[in-house]
């Protein structure tokens, strides 16, 4: 088992979850409006949503490596391109974070945890990303494939939902200082697109 694999990805994972996207601004606008725990309901329901993209990858590119090396090889070469698109767009998308608390309706804890857990479960570009970025990451070449899949996909829930309830828990002072800071935008898009054209980089040149 290669622990430094796993170390990597965890590090990538977490630059990923600290990088502004739909999800955490999601989270960080529902605690702002609502308070912290509906942030949590929120990031609950997001990161549950995980276990289910997972077992797709799972059981699905599991089955392809025991079928064909090359075809694993191609889903890397897919994945390090998919990335590389990624990091494109987000060089293309305006460093300014916009958040929209205002416009956000009151929930239920229950509702929004359901409402985390749908949106995450409905997103194809979701699936699209795990089977980009997990299997550049397999640690072991004993281990089952598809019990490797689940840790990782475990990692990543559990440093995701370490992150994402750090922002709900710190929302008022985050939105503060990205408000009252015009440069925290430009660092933050640039951290994604290191963390995107690195995470490609691994994928094509690791074994």
């Known amino acids: 088992m290669n622990y430094e694999i796993l170390y990597a990805f965890m590090l990538a994972t977490a630059g990923l979850a600290i990088s502004p996207g739909p999800d955490n601004i999601y989270v960080l606008t529902q605690s702002i409006t609502h308070g912290k725990k509906f942030g949590l309901a929120t990031v609950a329901g997001l990161i549950s949503g995980c276990l289910v993209h997972t077992t797709l990858l799972a059981f699905g590119v599991s089955a392809l490596i025991r079928a064909n090396d090359e075809l694993f090889f191609t889903i890397k070469i897919f994945g ?3 990335l590389l698109y990624l990091a494109f767009q987000v060089f293309r998308s ?3 974070v916009q958040l929209n608390a205002g416009n956000v309706p009151k929930e239920s804890l229950i509702r929004l945890f359901r409402q985390g857990f749908v949106m995450n479960v409905l997103n194809p570009k979701v699936t699209v990303f ?3 970025f997990f299997p550049g990451f397999l640690f072991s070449e004993t281990l089952d494939t598809v019990v490797q899949f689940y840790v990782l996909g475990l990692l990543f829930m559990l440093v995701s939902f370490i992150i994402f309830a750090a922002i709900a828990i710190l929302a008022g002072e985050i939105s503060t200082y990205i408000t009252k800071n015009s440069k925290i935008g430009i660092v933050l898009k640039w951290l994604q697109i290191l963390v995107f054209t690195g995470i490609a980089a ?3 040149f690791s074994d």
Do not use: G, R
């Open 80 to 82: 390090a391109v998919y």
């Open 94 to 96: 305006d460093a300014a």
């Open 130 to 132: 795990f089977l980009a």
């Open 202 to 204: 691994y994928l094509l």
